[in-house]
């Protein structure tokens, strides 16, 4: 049963933008925070941008200035406005939703930069 869904991944050259969605069900209760990740080959899953109920963000040193992260608490979506983007920025992104029933996490979508 999935539960969080992300989408927009693709194909993108160097300096170009791109924009991600995810959108959690309601199945997953309130959510107090959601957040992008990411995984490139051989490396570990690291966090992007998070998004608090509040609307404060975070974000990973690597992407301060060209991403952004959003969010439509009422409809339980995040975005992720990405801006300038480096081929070290390829990897499969990962959305992940943490509401009082735990910790929900999509399947993932590719993100590749390369000319």
């Known amino acids: 049963q999935v539960l969080v869904v992300e989408s927009g991944g693709g194909l993108v050259q160097p300096g170009e933008s791109l924009r991600l969605s995810c959108e959690a069900s309601?199945?997953?209760?309130?959510?107090?925070?959601m957040a992008w990740h990411r995984q490139a080959p051989g490396r570990e899953r690291e966090l992007v941008a998070v998004?608090?109920?509040?609307?404060?963000?975070n974000y990973a040193d690597s992407v301060k200035g060209r991403f952004t992260i959003s969010r439509d608490n009422a409809k339980k979506k995040v975005s992720l406005q990405m801006s300038s983007l480096k081929p070290e920025d390829t990897a499969v992104y990962y959305c992940?939703?943490?509401?009082?029933?735990?910790?929900?996490w999509g399947q993932g979508t590719q993100v590749t930069v390369s000319s």
């Open positions: 998004i608090f109920s509040s609307g404060t963000t």
């Open positions: 309601e199945r997953i209760g309130s959510i107090d925070h």
């Open positions: 992940n939703a943490q509401s009082w029933r735990g910790s929900f």
